[in-house]
């Protein structure tokens, strides 16, 4: 936790010296090596620094005992995936100041939640975000990547996996050959059923507003 708030002070010194927020990585990366923040918890701040903010403290909440399992460190947990989330299980333990572990069973075992999707997300992604908060262009709250919501990751990848698999092909022209013909072989009807399937998984997100949540409960 001292470790997190030393570092936002330096961002936030940054941001008054009109660094950006790859520059200000990078210092931090130099200054503290493997103990720096996260690159998404740098930008976060970063932008929050640049867009006003002055407290360099976590929004705590009031009262919270030092044991996890309580409904105030609970409702804590879920105020933060409330605020952003897109936060991994690390990040919302930093931003609460509890043990990884203990966070991810309030997830999971209190809030009965899971994350739908996991995924890094490439520099140049975070570079064109960055981009945009420098330029003032408002940028709207966009759900992670899901294979749960990509048509090529339930529908087009497991059917090429079922129409390849068992079968040798020696050279990468082999497999390109065959993976030709198994996508020219889907019929209308199997994409219609996939666009189905997908209005399904979108209107179950969307039910969720995007939230973790757990099998079929919803």
């Not at 030393?6 to 927020?21: D, N, P, T, W």
């Not at 918890?41 to 407290?55: I, P, T, Y």
């Not at 890094?120 to 709250?141: A, G």
């Not at 399937?197 to 209107?203: L, S, V």
Request: charged content about 25%; overall charge positive.
């Amino acid at each position: 936790m001292q470790r997190s708030l030393e570092q936002r002070y330096a961002i936030k010194f940054c941001v008054k010296l009109g660094k950006s927020g790859s520059e200000t990585l990078q210092l931090l990366r130099t200054a503290y090596g493997e103990a720096v923040l996260s690159s998404s918890q740098v930008f976060r701040w970063h932008k929050a620094f640049k867009n006003g903010r002055e407290s360099n403290e976590d929004e705590q909440c009031a009262g919270r005992p030092s044991t996890s399992r309580n409904e105030n460190n609970v409702a804590c947990v879920k105020a933060v995936l409330d605020r952003d989330r897109r936060l991994n299980v690390q990040l919302i333990a930093e931003d609460v100041g509890l043990p990884k572990t203990d966070v991810h069973r309030n997830i999971t075992e209190d809030l009965h939640m899971r994350k739908m999707c996991a995924k890094l997300v490439p520099k140049n992604l975070s570079d064109v975000w960055e981009f945009l908060v420098q330029n003032n262009i408002t940028t709207l709250p966009h759900p992670p990547y899901s294979p749960d919501l990509d048509p090529c990751d339930f529908f087009i990848i497991p059917k090429l996996k079922t129409d390849l698999k068992g079968h040798k092909f020696g050279t990468v022209e082999n497999v390109q050959a065959a993976a030709t013909r198994a996508l020219n072989n889907i019929s209308s009807e199997d994409f219609l059923h996939c666009y189905e399937k997908w209005q399904k998984r979108w209107n179950r997100c969307i039910r969720s507003q995007g939230a973790y949540f757990e099998g079929n409960k919803l």
